[in-house]
């Protein structure tokens, strides 16, 4: 009934660029949406936040502070614009959909590789 579908994620060189997008669908509509992030999860590890946004306040974790920015164009999609990227931002990035009541929502995926 909910899709989330992250696009977006590829191989790029140390110190690029990158874009991640990420659409919610299906039964959540813009009002039913608290809050939509991204997190990732590199091999070995434990899924980590990203960067989180609800109307308009943004909150990243120290690693990407300054790098990346996440944005939303409306209540159910969001981005994850990345520059300065970092071999060890190499990982699978989820992307989050909190809605005001429920569980999260969570898409399958893409996978961003850092590397020269």
């Known amino acids: 009934q909910v899709q989330v579908v992250e696009s977006g994620g590829g191989l790029v060189q140390p110190g690029g660029s990158l874009r991640l997008s990420c659409v919610a669908s299906g039964s959540i509509f813009r009002i039913s949406v608290l809050a939509m992030g991204w997190y990732r999860q590199a091999p070995g590890k434990q899924r980590e936040l990203v960067a989180t946004?609800?109307?308009?306040?943004t909150n990243y974790a120290d690693s990407v502070n300054g790098r990346f920015t996440i944005s939303r164009d409306n209540a159910n999609t969001v981005y994850l614009q990345m520059s300065s990227l970092k071999p060890e931002d190499t990982a699978v990035y989820y992307c989050?959909?909190?809605?005001?009541?429920?569980?999260?929502?969570w898409g399958q995926g893409t996978q961003v590789t850092v590397s020269s």
């Open positions: 946004i609800t109307s308009g306040i």
């Open positions: 989050n959909v909190k809605p005001i009541i429920g569980p999260d929502y």
